[in-house]
């Protein structure tokens, strides 16, 4: 269970984004999130993946309160989420070869053993062909590049996704290829789903539930 309760945040100690918002995900519940832009949507996707400290509020992750964000983190509770942005551009190191842009989360966690196999079968998952692989960001379209941000997303097997505006940039079909492979991994792995995008129809279809930025302030 992913659960937060009544979460402050913001970028300046005294001018929070939103206030008192709370948000639960049942194990294995794939969830959507809409709202206006600007609201917070991303900042709270953020403090769901610990990558954002709150301000105020409460986040528990299975069972474990969260009590430090970000490199703070245990690396146990860091490692339980994997998160795809909008912008591949921007989560992407430029320096990296998509091959290590995807191993990068192992190696950073001391599993050099499993690369070659992980990235091999992950390529495959996500549809990234062997000279794909050897090119850096520059060197690809945005939808190759997303995919690779994706295949790094899920290299430690997350428990949790989170998925802001992951297709926002991309074509129809590029969307519903990422989309499946989410699919596929939720389902063989019972994965839960934070999905944050502004596409009603596309998460209505893709999640258990969606709902509404409004309707999550407590007061
Ligand atoms: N790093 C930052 N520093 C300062 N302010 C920020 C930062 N990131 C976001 N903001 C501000 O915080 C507010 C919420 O941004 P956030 O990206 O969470 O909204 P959002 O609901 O995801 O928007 P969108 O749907 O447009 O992506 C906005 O006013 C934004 O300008």
Known sequence: MLEMRAITAGYARNAPVFRNVSLSLEPGEALGLLGPSGCGKSTLARVAALLHHPD?????????????????????????????FQQARLSADPRL????????????????????????????????TADLLSRRPHEVSDGQLQRACLARALVLRPRWLVC???????????????????????????AGLLAVGHDRVLLDRWCDRTVEWGTLTSG
């Open 164 to 190: 802001d505006e992951m297709t926002a940039m991309l074509d129809a079909s590029t969307t519903a290829a990422l989309v499946r492979v989410v699919e596929d991994y939720r389902a063989s792995t019972g």
């Open 56 to 84: 105020a509020g409460s986040l528990t992750v299975d069972g474990a309160p969260v009590r430090r964000w970000r490199h703070r983190a245990p690396r146990e509770q860091r490692t339980a989420f994997g998160v795809v």
């Open 97 to 128: 070869a998509l091959t290590d842009l995807i191993a990068e989360p192992l190696r950073a966690t001391g599993r050099r053993e499993d690369v070659t196999g992980r990235v091999a079968e992950l390529a495959a998952t996500v549809g990234l």
